[in-house]
């Protein structure tokens, strides 16, 4: 019942800008902490921002200063604004949120989204 859909990927050159999207659908009560993640090839996926429900961020080194991360509660979708691209950038983007769903019940659930593939040439 609950869905997340990333849309904004693409190719881009290096120094340039991405604005990736995340919409969470379904019966949801209301959306916790939500955080993107990246997988370069032959990589572990590795966690580059966080966004709390109060609105409290926390970002990888690796793109401190040049990723925002922000939410929309009106629309349930979660946004990460990539500028200043580097190839090294390259990679598929994951989103992730913590919320509560309705079904019979309240429910907590975790939920990922597809990821967006984003390439930095150089």
């Known amino acids: 019942q609950v869905q997340l859909v990333e849309s904004g990927g693409g190719l881009v050159q290096a120094g340039g800008s991405l604005r990736l999207s995340c919409a969470a659908s379904?019966?949801?009560?209301?959306?916790?902490?939500m955080g993107w993640y990246r997988q370069a090839p032959g990589k572990e996926r590795e966690l580059i921002a966080t966004?709390?429900?109060?609105?409290?961020?926390n970002y990888a080194d690796s793109v401190k200063g040049r990723f925002t991360i922000s939410r929309d509660n009106a629309k349930n979708t979660a946004y990460l604004q990539m500028t200043s691209l580097k190839p090294e950038d390259t990679a598929v983007y994951y989103c992730?949120?913590?919320?509560?769903?309705?079904?019979?019940?309240?429910?907590?659930?975790?939920?990922w989204g597809q990821g967006t593939q984003v390439t930095v040439s150089s």
């Open positions: 379904g019966s949801i009560f209301s959306i916790n902490a």
């Open positions: 992730n949120a913590d919320l509560q769903f309705l079904g019979n019940r309240l429910y907590s659930g975790n939920y």
């Open positions: 966004i709390t429900s109060g609105g409290s961020t």
